[in-house]
């Protein structure tokens, strides 16, 4: 879970980075550092209940940290969903920031896809207005990762500090 943390952080620092517009970008990186302190946080609660044996009270100190941290992996992927919407610049030749580029592309064309598809076939009412009961919510960035299957995933190798695994492949 840690390492997954400081994969998002990586994550997140280089969306804000090439985020186009600086609200975002500040927010993103304001995620950012939410989710490496807990992220370390987390590491040092882990180590010392690892030493110390079990006990309830550290049990619950690490639940308790484990929820902090997938509470700011969510933050950081709906600061990161901004930062999409509003554009991002170009990244440079790097491998990861090409990764992260990419992914975040296929997540903006699954929403736009998404945003056509419900404004062409929504049900409307009496006034012509789309009915909003019903309707299927808009895809975020953990949905694309969730619903994907861990071979077929677009999303940052790279970013990962342990071969073999991504972030996004525990589904935080």
Known sequence: MVSDGQAVVKFGNILAKHCLD???SMELLHAVVHTQSISSQLGIVARVKAV??????????????????IQAVQHVLRA???????????PLADPEEEE???????????LTQHRVKEALYSDQDELGLRKTQGA?????????VQEQPPQSRNI???LS???????????L
């Not at 500090?161 to 589904?171: A, F, I, L, N, Q």
């Open 100 to 110: 992260v580029a990419a992914f975040c592309q296929q997540w903006r064309k699954n």
């Open 52 to 69: 110390t044996g079990e006990s309830k009270a550290s049990s619950e100190l690490l639940l308790s940290n484990v929820q902090n941290l």
């Open 22 to 24: 600086q609200r975002c």
């Open 136 to 144: 299927k919510a808009e895809p975020t960035m953990m949905s694309l």
């Open 80 to 90: 990161a969903e901004a930062a999409c919407v509003k554009g991002l610049g170009q």
């Open 156 to 158: 940052p190798k790279h």
């Open 161 to 171: 500090p342990r071969k073999g695994h991504t972030v996004m492949d525990r589904h």
